[in-house]
Each structure stands twice: as structure tokens, then as C-alpha cells.
């Protein structure tokens, strides 16, 4: 699987848009781009993931380069409770798949 | 559903001494993987699973060992505790197929302390 890198924090106003990157630019063909959360002492949430297009769902969106070798997630309205660390990572469609999470994004939304 | 779940939540253990982590998911899922995470750091991965009976190494395998007698649950064991391995332990569950299906379930969490 491709490794990636993220930038170790980011901070971001109440109510304004959170825009995470994330460099994967030894991806293969066949891997998706997934984006999990991780809210202090929780386990890790399923975001969002994608394959080639943009992606939407009801808590952020997925915008994937052309060349797909970044991304960037989108919290649009960030709110106190999305404070937490934001890992990409990126897997193969099927067959042996060992996830590695690395230290991901701390995220500090502040008022 | 449950989902995942982890048992116990937290437990302290002396230098020396055993342990076993149990992990279980109802969701039928074929992929089971152990993660443990330090203060500050990312998860590594212990040991995965992905069919029951097999498993396999992660990145971080010295001083455990794992099981999967039953496909619904994935043990974790720790032989001789080491203070090394005071840690957060996650258990994850996923399909073996990508889009959503590829989605991993994280249960809570184990926080063991060793001594």
C-alpha cells in the first residue's frame, strides 16, 4: 500500500472551512484514498473515501487530484466536536491489505 | 449490532505477567486486525487476520501473540508483560473488498498498564 504524508497539525476557526491535505504520490491505480478520525481515547471513524472522483457525504468532502497523487479532505462548517487527529490512508481494492495509519493530522478547531 | 467490541477496558499488570485481549465483531466481517498506540504517536499494527484460522504479522509483532480459533473473534496475548507494552490497544474488523466495504470498525479501546 502507498504510504502518505500529512501535516502534523492545523488549526482552524469555528464555523470556517477545515481543508486537511494529504500527499500520496506513490499511489497505484487500484487504491482508494480513506480518511478516518480519531476524537481523544476514541477509536478511529470512518470519514470518507474515494477511488478517482470528488466525494460527498453528510460529514465532509473527498477532493482528489487529477493525477490522484494528494488530497484534500473538507470539513465545511468546522464545529468544536470535529477537534481531533485525521489520518489518510490508502488501500488496494481487494486481496492482502495491511493499513498503515502513521500520525495523521491534529486538528484544533477554536472559537 | 455490537459492532466491535473490546474486552477488558483497562487493566494494570506486574512485570512478568500474562494477559489476553479478546476481540469480537458481529458484522461477519473477514478482516480482523490488533492496533496499539502510544501517547502522541499514530497506530501500529500488531497482528492481523483475514480468514479464521490465519494470521499474520504487522509492523510492531515482538511479545505478542494472536488467535483466531473463531472468525468472529481475534485474541491478543501477552506472554510476559513488559513495561514497554503499557499502551492503548485497538481491535478493528473490516471486508476484504475496497470502496465502503474496505472500511475498517475501531472498537473503544484497551488501556494497559504494566508495571
Known amino acids: 500500500d502507498a504510504k502518505t504524508t500529512q501535516p502534523p497539525s492545523m488549526d482552524c476557526a469555528e464555523g470556517r472551512a477545515a481543508n486537511l491535505p494529504c500527499n500520496h504520490s506513490?499511489?497505484?491505480?487500484?487504491?482508494?484514498v480513506y480518511w478516518y478520525r480519531q476524537i481523544h481515547s476514541q477509536g478511529p471513524q470512518y470519514i470518507i473515501h474515494?477511488?478517482?472522483n470528488n466525494e460527498t457525504n453528510e460529514m465532509a468532502s473527498l477532493i482528489i487530484t487529477e493525477d490522484r497523487k494528494s488530497s484534500t479532505l473538507i470539513l465545511p462548517h468546522a464545529t468544536l466536536r470535529d477537534t481531533a487527529v485525521y489520518y489518510c490512508?490508502?488501500?488496494?481494492?481487494?486481496?492482502?491489505?495491511?493499513?498503515?495509519f502513521g500520525r495523521g493530522t491534529s486538528l484544533i478547531v477554536h472559537p | 449490532n455490537a459492532g466491535v467490541t473490546q474486552t477488558p477496558k483497562f487493566r494494570v499488570l506486574k512485570t512478568g505477567q500474562s494477559m489476553t485481549l479478546l476481540c469480537a465483531q458481529d458484522m461477519n466481517h473477514e478482516y480482523m486486525y490488533w492496533y496499539r498506540q502510544d501517547p502522541g504517536m499514530g497506530l501500529r499494527l500488531i497482528h492481523y487476520s483475514v480468514g479464521e484460522g490465519t494470521t499474520a504479522k504487522g509492523e510492531v509483532p515482538d511479545g505478542y501473540n494472536v488467535s483466531r480459533l473463531k472468525k468472529q473473534n481475534f485474541l491478543l496475548g501477552l506472554e510476559s508483560a513488559a513495561p514497554s507494552q503499557t499502551s492503548v490497544y485497538f481491535c478493528?474488523?473490516?471486508?476484504?473488498?475496497?470502496?465502503?466495504?474496505?472500511?475498517?470498525?475501531f472498537g473503544p479501546g484497551t488501556r494497559l498498564t504494566v508495571l
Open positions: 490512508i490508502v488501500r488496494v481494492a481487494g486481496g492482502s491489505y495491511i493499513p498503515t
Open positions: 506513490t499511489i497505484s491505480g487500484n487504491e482508494y
Open positions: 478493528a474488523s473490516s471486508y476484504s473488498s475496497g470502496g465502503r466495504e474496505g472500511e475498517q470498525f
Open positions: 474515494g477511488l478517482k
